[in-house]
């Protein structure tokens, strides 16, 4: 197990575990290369101990995770000592998993097994078989969800592959289940082939009451997405295109009432157009925006163009309805809204002086934004970004949770665009009046009221469109 992180990291608990020769070295020498290293030991634990050796572990809060090749050579340098691995509580709380399946059942006895296993599970089969719907009362379906990625575009990682993205699926799984109650499993397929994902997910789809799409590469997402909303009658939703924008929208509601303007009068820009950045478009075109133009890196979509991308030949459709051109810097004039799914540092100071007064910038590109929140401060109303450390955190966990309850709880077919728009309203509702400011357009992702709001109002949607397959009394 090793430690891997970025320089500047916030202080971490670290645990060396160290063997030594007795007779070679003293631990007071292991303790003074920690020590001088910059780290405070905070434990120490022998593991075992022999005539000739022993082991230990020495837990030291070092301030940054430099420390760990800092001392790791220093250590090395010793005559007499070896580390045999150095790792962190992130590391720790992943051992072996951070979920697991448990029965709500116990079985003690021979009349328990035959209940719920054979010979009395039979019926409950056979049950089913006549009545499909039933698997929504009779089985885990109900309130169950898979999480599927291939582990293609992990954030902030990119195409790390199926086994070292299921910690990420893992996590969200966690996520389902502490804020809406929703049992999330975790699968990470092996394969990148379109059809062969699609086929996949419709083989093991009678499991499941929801499909969470998560961390697919662009183009493909599109077409997956699409094709399994079409085949399914569970509700598909890829959160990476759609949480970012119902989140984005939620914050932007409030941001805008701060600034008294309009969805129907502001031009916004939206830089990056790739699944999140036409998934966010799309919502704003459908809460009213009228004048949005998007940028990518050969400069702002429009019409004049034949782009290769299908979703950016139609996204030329929808948006800059005065066909302008340019690259960001040019076309960010006069506009009210920045909207940035893209890459880190392309937006400057001076871009925000040419923006309108009070301007609005969403800067979403994690871990580093499109502009530094301490230097756009001076010259914005409003600064969101995707960080936890910094106000205004655009984070999906403020809606998935909620969305897939709703879903579930209604047993909705699909997750559309009203029921998005619905959950948007939801979350900025949560901020209320008296505590709407600059730094608190959106709530924090631990305020217990957003499940439930977001909940009731997806179920509401999802009535009214039709999409509902279970009554609001029920």
């Given at each position: 197990?090793?430690?891997?992180?970025?320089?500047g990291?916030?202080s971490?608990?670290?645990?060396?575990?160290?063997?030594?020769?007795?007779?070679?070295?003293?631990?007071s020498?292991?303790?003074?290369i920690c020590?001088?290293?910059?780290?405070?030991?905070?434990?120490?634990d022998?593991i075992?101990?022999?005539?000739?050796h022993?082991?230990r572990?020495?837990?030291?809060?070092?301030?940054?995770m430099?420390?760990?090749?800092?001392?790791?050579?220093?250590?090395?340098?010793?005559?007499?000592v070896?580390?045999?691995?150095?790792?962190?509580?992130?590391?720790?709380?992943?051992?072996?998993?951070?979920?697991?399946?448990?029965?709500?059942?116990?079985?003690?006895?021979?009349?328990?097994?035959?209940?719920?296993?054979?010979?009395?599970?039979?019926?409950?089969?056979?049950?089913?078989?006549?009545?499909?719907?039933?698997?929504?009362?009779?089985t885990?379906k109900?309130?169950?969800?898979?999480?599927?990625?291939?582990?293609?575009a992990?954030?902030?990682?990119?195409?790390?592959?199926?086994?070292?993205?299921?910690?990420?699926?893992?996590?969200?799984?966690?996520?389902f289940?502490?804020?809406?109650?929703?049992?999330?499993?975790?699968i990470?397929?092996?394969?990148?082939?379109?059809?062969?994902?699609?086929?996949?997910?419709?083989?093991?789809?009678p499991?499941?009451?929801?499909?969470?799409?998560?961390?697919i590469?662009?183009?493909?997402?599109?077409?997956i997405?699409?094709?399994?909303?079409?085949?399914?009658?569970?509700?598909?939703?890829?959160?990476?295109q759609?949480?970012?924008?119902v989140?984005?929208?939620?914050g932007?509601?409030?941001?805008?009432?701060?600034?008294?303007k309009?969805?129907?009068?502001?031009?916004?820009?939206?830089?990056?157009?790739?699944?999140?950045?036409?998934?966010?478009?799309?919502?704003?075109?459908a809460a009213?925006?009228?004048?949005?133009?998007?940028?990518?890196?050969?400069g702002?979509?429009?019409?004049?163009?034949v782009?290769?991308?299908?979703?950016?030949?139609?996204?030329?459709?929808?948006?800059?309805?005065?066909?302008?051109?340019?690259?960001l810097?040019?076309?960010?004039?006069?506009?009210?809204?920045?909207?940035?799914?893209?890459?880190?540092?392309?937006?400057?100071?001076?871009?925000?002086?040419?923006?309108?007064?009070?301007?609005?910038v969403f800067a979403?590109?994690?871990?580093?934004?499109?502009?530094?929140?301490?230097?756009?401060?001076?010259y914005?109303?409003?600064?969101?970004?995707?960080?936890?450390d910094?106000?205004?955190?655009?984070?999906?966990?403020?809606?998935?949770?909620?969305?897939?309850?709703g879903?579930?709880d209604?047993r909705?077919?699909?997750?559309?665009?009203?029921?998005?728009?619905?959950?948007?309203?939801?979350?900025?509702?949560v901020?209320?009046?008296?505590?709407?400011?600059?730094t608190?357009?959106?709530?924090?992702?631990?305020?217990t009221?957003?499940?439930?709001k977001?909940?009731?109002a997806?179920?509401?949607?999802?009535?009214e469109?039709?999409v509902?397959?279970?009554?609001i009394?029920?």
């Amino acid at each position: 197990m090793s430690v891997h992180s970025k320089a500047g990291s916030p202080s971490a608990y670290l645990i060396f575990r160290i063997e030594l020769e007795k007779e070679r070295i003293s631990f007071s020498e292991v303790a003074r290369i920690c020590e001088e290293g910059g780290g405070d030991i905070v434990g120490i634990d022998v593991i075992s101990s022999s005539q000739s050796h022993t082991i230990r572990d020495v837990t030291v809060n070092a301030a940054d995770m430099d420390y760990v090749p800092r001392v790791k050579e220093a250590l090395h340098q010793l005559n007499g000592v070896r580390v045999i691995h150095v790792s962190d509580r992130t590391f720790l709380v992943h051992l072996g998993g951070k979920i697991e399946i448990q029965s709500k059942i116990p079985i003690k006895n021979r009349d328990d097994l035959s209940r719920v296993y054979t010979p009395g599970v039979a019926s409950v089969c056979m049950a089913i078989a006549e009545s499909p719907d039933k698997a929504y009362s009779l089985t885990i379906k109900r309130n169950t969800i898979a999480v599927i990625s291939d582990g293609t575009a992990v954030l902030g990682l990119g195409d790390i592959g199926p086994s070292a993205a299921m910690p990420v699926m893992e996590g969200k799984a966690m996520l389902f289940k502490q804020f809406a109650g929703v049992d999330a499993f975790p699968i990470c397929l092996d394969t990148k082939d379109t059809e062969e994902i699609i086929q996949i997910i419709k083989a093991i789809a009678p499991t499941f009451g929801g499909i969470n799409l998560e961390d697919i590469a662009s183009p493909r997402c599109f077409e997956i997405e699409a094709r399994l909303r079409e085949e399914l009658d569970i509700p598909v939703f890829h959160d990476d295109q759609h949480g970012t924008a119902v989140v984005i929208l939620a914050g932007l509601l409030n941001a805008l009432k701060l600034t008294g303007k309009s969805m129907e009068h502001i031009k916004v820009v939206v830089n990056g157009i790739g699944a999140a950045g036409i998934a966010c478009t799309k919502m704003l075109l459908a809460a009213g925006v009228t004048h949005i133009i998007g940028v990518d890196r050969e400069g702002a979509i429009h019409r004049q163009m034949v782009y290769s991308s299908p979703q950016w030949q139609e996204y030329a459709q929808l948006t800059n309805p005065e066909q302008v051109t340019g690259s960001l810097s040019q076309v960010i004039h006069g506009a009210d809204v920045f909207i940035g799914v893209s890459a880190p540092n392309i937006l400057t100071v001076e871009d925000l002086k040419h923006m309108a007064p009070d301007p609005i910038v969403f800067a979403m590109a994690n871990p580093v934004p499109e502009i530094d929140p301490d230097l756009a401060q001076p010259y914005v109303r409003v600064m969101a970004t995707g960080r936890s450390d910094q106000p205004n955190q655009i984070n999906n966990v403020l809606c998935f949770p909620g969305i897939f309850r709703g879903a579930l709880d209604c047993r909705a077919t699909e997750i559309n665009e009203a029921m998005k728009l619905a959950a948007a309203r939801a979350i900025a509702s949560v901020v209320t009046d008296e505590e709407l400011t600059e730094t608190y357009v959106i709530p924090s992702v631990f305020n217990t009221k957003i499940v439930e709001k977001v909940r009731d109002a997806v179920v509401q949607a999802a009535h009214e469109t039709g999409v509902a397959r279970k009554k609001i009394r029920d």
